[in-house]
Nanobody, 126 residues
Framework: QVQLVESGGGLVQPGDSLRLSCAASGRTFDSNAMGWFRQAPGKEREFVAT????????YYADSVKGRFTISRDNAKNTMYLQMNSLKPEDTAVYYCTARSRIGSYDYTSPSPYDYWGQGTQVTVSS
């Protein structure tokens, strides 16, 4: 089992920045990939970014490419999401997720991921 705890959300103005953190504990060596999804009220959970835990391959949703950066500190078992130039449409609950299974998968779908955090609210409003 892997436990994930997000932090760093809050209320910011358009154009501001935030950095989300996701602290992993438990059998973290089982994680092959970690990522971020978000869910706005009344909408489906959508892919934001993902990174392989050891390989460093990263992928982003088109809506955040160039503004968000996913990174990790393996020594601290922590993943980050640096969010710059925030827009009102970025408002959502952001979830950290991890996948332990190997093999090919659709990284943009929430289904292949095995573990989820409780989420942290990000609100972008003037």
């Amino acid at each position: 089992q892997v436990q994930l705890v997000e932090s760093g959300g809050g209320l910011v103005q358009p154009g501001d920045s935030l950095r989300l953190s996701c602290a992993a504990s438990g059998r973290t060596f089982d994680s092959n990939a970690m990522g971020w999804f978000r869910q706005a009220p009344g909408k489906e959970r959508e892919f934001v970014a993902t990174s392989t835990w050891s390989g460093g391959n990263t992928y982003y949703a088109d809506s955040v490419k160039g503004r968000f950066t996913i990174s990790r500190d393996n020594a601290k078992n922590t993943m980050y999401l640096q969010m710059n130039s925030l827009k009102p449409e970025d408002t959502a609950v952001y979830y950290c997720t991890a996948r332990s299974r190997i093999g090919s998968y659709d990284y943009t779908s929430p289904s292949p991921y095995d573990y989820w955090g409780q989420g942290t609210q990000v609100t972008v409003s003037s």
